[in-house]
C-alpha cells in the first residue's frame, strides 16, 4: 500500500540559481562559498514547507576529485558533481532514475533551454530559477505572518487595559508612595 504513495523530488541546479537571482547574486560578489550557504539555508527553510525532497547540485566539473562529493544536511541533498562532470548532467541521470516510478513527482529548476526540454522529456516538471525564488519568498512571508503577533490595535500599557476605578485607585496609590 506504501507503495503509491506520491513522493516529490525538487532537483536544482544550485549555481544555475545563485547567479540568476539578484538577492543571490549579491552574496556571490562577496564570497561564493556565503552565497552557497545562504542558498542552502533558505532551501533547507523551503524543504520543511514544501515537504519535498531537496536535492542541490553544484558543478564542481572544475575541481579534480574523481568522485561526486553528497551530503545530507537538515533533510536535503547536496550534491557536489565529480572533475568533469556537469550539473546537467547529473541532474538528467537522477531525473531518469527518479521518474521510473510512476508515484514519484519530480520538478526540475533550471534556466538553461536545452536542459528544461531533456528533463520534460524525461517526466519531470521544470522551473525556472525566477519562479523557485518566487516561492521561497512566498513561504518566507506566510512563515512570518503566521508567527508574528499582528497588530490588533490594542494598546501595551497597562492604563489602556484598567477601568477608570481601577486607574484613579492605583493613582492614589502612587501619589501616596511619592509624598515626603
Same mark, same amino acid.
Given at each position: ?17 545563485i ?15 556565503k !552565497?552557497?550557504?545562504?542558498?542552502? %539555508? ?11 525532497? #531537496?536535492? *542541490?547540485?553544484?558543478? !564542481? ?14 533533510? #536535503? ?9 556537469? !550539473? ?7 531525473? %531518469?532514475?527518479?521518474?521510473q ?5 519530480v520538478?526540475? =529548476? ?7 526540454q531533456?528533463?520534460? %522529456?524525461? %517526466? !519531470? *516538471? ?9 516561492? =521561497? ?44
Amino acid at each position: 500500500m506504501a507503495e503509491n504513495v506520491t513522493r516529490k523530488y525538487l532537483l536544482v541546479d544550485a549555481y544555475n540559481v545563485i547567479n540568476e537571482v539578484e538577492e543571490l547574486r549579491i552574496h556571490m560578489d562577496e564570497d561564493l562559498e556565503k !552565497a552557497r550557504e545562504f542558498f542552502i %539555508g533558505q532551501m533547507i527553510e523551503f524543504s520543511h514547507y514544501t515537504r519535498e525532497k #531537496i536535492i *542541490l547540485v553544484f558543478d !564542481a566539473y572544475l575541481v579534480r576529485s574523481r568522485v561526486e562529493k553528497v551530503e545530507q544536511r537538515q533533510g #536535503i541533498e547536496i550534491v557536489f558533481t565529480k572533475f568533469t562532470q556537469t !550539473a546537467d548532467a547529473y541532474i538528467e541521470a537522477r531525473v %531518469g532514475e527518479l521518474t521510473q516510478k510512476i508515484t514519484n513527482e519530480v520538478r526540475v =529548476v533550471t534556466k538553461d533551454a536545452l536542459e528544461q526540454q531533456i528533463v520534460l %522529456g524525461k %517526466g !519531470a *516538471l521544470r522551473m525556472l530559477p525566477r519562479e523557485l525564488y518566487y516561492e =521561497v519568498e512566498f513561504m518566507g512571508r506566510r512563515i512570518k505572518n503566521k508567527y508574528q503577533p499582528e497588530d490588533t490595535g490594542v494598546k501595551e500599557r497597562l492604563e489602556d487595559r484598567l477601568n477608570q476605578r481601577s486607574l484613579e485607585a492605583l493613582k492614589k496609590i502612587s501619589d501616596k508612595n511619592f509624598e515626603y
